[in-house]
């Protein structure tokens, strides 16, 4: 029993959950204004890619965080103008995004490094140890001991559950991705909202991309991201698109991919490469019930025109 | 001007733009890796086209293109993103190094092609996990196919590291399939298999059977509307779930291919991003088999020419990847500006 609810276990399950939730808060966002980005997979790529060369270059963790969020931004922004202006098909988009960006990734990181025999590193975000509740017994390791994003990735969502919620923007962002017809004829403007609601969800997203080399490896490689761009996509239908329920999505699935570390430690009995595909067996279970009764925002999608016919 | 031919101009005018913000942009990273633009460019053209070894690299390439454009084009006209083929081609090249393996005693040439044929019912089973999801269960067949090529390329380094290892070569490759098991070459001088001629004929066979079979009508009926195919009584889960299997045979034809005819063995990394530039191709191609071809041929070029410079220059591989992104965002741009405002 202790194999499963260690609370080193739980530790590094909450430190690898926080870019699913970061992530998965992005999209989230955007897919409450009515845009779908099936590119977070790119964006995280471009986004950690540019945080680490960054922190290479400036060795400022907060440079180079801002950095992989305007990388985040400028990337929702393109999706976003080819949504919004454009009413291009979101999907076909979001995939050309997420191939761009997967090639960007590599290509900024050729370009910058070249060719190396010894892959360079940088320091990672230290652990930041909450005065009077790390001692805690057990959840004083699990929840207190924690790095600084992951404190930010927990706050954030009852954050955004509040403005969702309890503010006229969070009420009208949602109005743009259920209704948007009602909320142009009461005179606000849904372009600008989208606009909106893709350089935030963009900002998060970058946001994540970072926290992995920043956070977790202090390097960079290719397919570092590793699904977890497509992951925070499942995470916000897991969450019915409510912040709060995604979070519990992010939790299991960091979970499993947690567990395959320690057991990777524990046994030497199953080949490592099984160990790895774990998370990704754990997400296809997962989808099986996860559709039963989801119900998208309703604009999910679709562009708004305004002088269409109803 | 007839209203059709301003309508092939305007089709024309596209992928000309395209072209040219590729070249623009080619002529920005190769500038900024201190490379002569000019010269560059030319042996880009040179490598892909001028020589035989180099055209026949281009149609060995255009070969996994070719299939993988198809495959991702073949689940479109349904209304699906395959976005597993890399995960095909891996469980097709798996399945068709494992047969190859287990015959190993074998001298027949029909061993070739069983073992394709084994390659091709593997890439098929994979897609069949999807397709069952989706036309069972109604599970968005984006995020099992993703999911399912990390699972795919995990297997592959289990088995060339693993079990089927070539201890001698010290990487992640497996021993070398029995020479019956191996297609023939086009012309062993320049290096091109028949693997581009086997592509070609899937092209025919996959128009033939979308656009002039009855199971093809009622794929192109589920994808244009899907609501309107399930009242009109087409079996639309049937339909789905065979048309996800054939997309995967096509990607798993693709991977047996790259075993028994470029590699004889099976190698990690044996399929360096194909499926996602498949996508790229379905969508300039706009799923059209003639369309297709006509694009993966381009990316294939773009692709050899992209290694020379790797080469010459130091061009990443994955700078090829972002030229295709851009030339799709650039049609995807014009498109939409046409669509927004009709002349």
């Known amino acids: 029993m202790t194999l499963f609810v260690d609370p080193e276990l739980l530790r ?43 922190m290479l270059k400036t060795g400022s963790l907060t440079v180079a965080a801002a950095t992989a969020v305007v990388a985040g931004i400028a990337l929702a922004l393109l999706l976003a103008l080819y949504a919004v202006a454009l009413a291009s098909s979101q999907l076909t988009v979001g995939l050309s995004i997420f191939v761009l960006g997967t090639g960007l990734a590599s290509l900024l990181y050729r370009v ?12 990672t975000l230290p652990s930041l140890a909450i005065p009077g509740l790390a001692g805690l017994p057990f959840f004083g390791t699990v929840l207190f001991t924690q790095n600084a994003l992951v404190y930010l990735a927990l706050l954030l969502v009852p954050a955004l559950a509040g403005f969702f919620v309890l503010t006229p923007l969070g009420l009208r962002l949602r109005a743009a991705g259920e209704n948007p017809r009602a909320l142009d004829t009461v005179g606000v403007d849904v372009r600008a909202l989208r606009y909106g609601a893709a350089a935030a969800g963009g900002a ?5 991309g970072a ?91 679709q562009p708004y025109r305004r002088e269409s016919r109803v | 001007m007839t209203a059709l031919a301003r309508r092939r101009l305007a089709d024309a005018t596209k992928y000309v733009v395209a072209a040219a913000v590729a070249t623009v942009a080619g002529a920005l990273v190769i500038a900024l890796m201190g490379g002569n633009v000019l010269s560059a460019y030319r042996s880009f053209l040179w490598s892909s086209l001028g020589t035989a070894g180099g055209f026949a690299q281009t149609l060995n390439k255009m070969c996994p293109l070719l299939l993988g454009g198809l495959a991702v084009g073949m689940a479109r006209r349904a209304g699906y993103f395959n976005i597993g083929v890399d995960g095909q081609i891996y469980a097709g090249a798996i399945a068709a190094t494992g047969a190859a393996l287990a015959l ?80 023939p070459m086009l012309s062993v001088r320049a290096g091109s298999h028949v693997g581009i001629f086997i592509a070609l004929a899937m092209a025919g066979v996959v128009w033939l059977l979308i656009e002039r079979t009855r199971w093809g009508f009622e794929v192109r009926a589920l994808g244009d509307n899907a609501r309107a195919a399930r009242v009109a009584g087409i079996p639309t889960a049937r339909i789905t779930f065979a048309v996800l299997i054939a997309s995967g045979a096509l990607a798993g034809l693709a991977g047996a291919i790259e075993v028994t005819a470029l590699h004889h063995r099976l ?71 046409r669509a927004v405002r009709p002349s």
Do not use: H
């Not at chain 1, 190396?116 to 590193?121: A, G, I, L, M, R």
């Not at chain 2, 130091?314 to 049609?331: C, H, K, M």
């Open chain 2, 267 to 337: 190698i990690l990394g044996l399929t360096p991003g194909y499926g996602v530039m498949a996508i790229l191709i379905a969508v300039l191609g706009q799923s059209q088999p003639a369309g297709i071809l006509v694009v993966s041929f381009a990316m294939a070029v773009l692709l050899v020419g992209s290694d020379s410079l790797q080469r010459s220059i130091g061009l990443p591989a994955s700078a090829a990847l972002v030229f295709q992104a851009l030339i799709v965002l650039s049609v995807l741009f014009v498109d939409a500006r």
């Open chain 2, 104 to 183: 190993e005693r074998a001298t027949t040439p029909a061993l070739a092609v069983l073992v394709v044929a084994v390659g091709v019912i593997g890439g098929g089973l994979f897609a069949a996990i999807p397709g069952a999801l989706r036309a069972w269960w109604s599970v968005n067949e984006i995020f099992v196919t993703v999911m399912l090529n990390f699972v795919a390329a995990f297997l592959t380094e289990y088995l060339t590291t693993g079990p089927w290892n070539d201890v001698m070569a010290g990487e992640a490759i497996t021993r070398l399939i029995p020479d019956a098991a191996t297609l």
């Open chain 1, 112 to 123: 910058v490094i070249g060719v190396t025999t010894v892959t360079p590193t940088t320091r």
């Open chain 1, 204 to 208: 998060l997203i970058g946001l994540a």
């Open chain 1, 211 to 301: 926290y992995l080399p920043l956070a977790v490896t202090g390097a960079y490689s290719d397919g570092m991201i590793g699904g977890r761009g497509w992951l925070s996509l499942m995470v916000v239908i897991f969450g019915r698109w409510q912040p709060g329920w995604a979070l519990v999505g992010a939790v299991l699935f960091a979970y499993t991919e947690a567990l395959q570390f320690k057991l990777a430690l524990v046994t030497k009995a199953i080949p490592p490469q099984v160990l790895l595909m774990l998370p990704y067996v754990v997400a296809i279970v997962v989808l099986v019930r996860l559709y039963r009764g989801a119900e998208p925002p309703r604009a999910l999608g």
């Open chain 1, 12 to 54: 590094l399950m909450l430190t690898m959950a926080a870019p699913l939730v970061l992530a998965g808060l992005g999209e989230l966002i955007m897919e409450r204004s009515g845009l779908l980005n099936v590119g977070v997979e790119g964006m995280m790529a471009v986004a950690a890619a540019c945080a680490f060369l960054t």
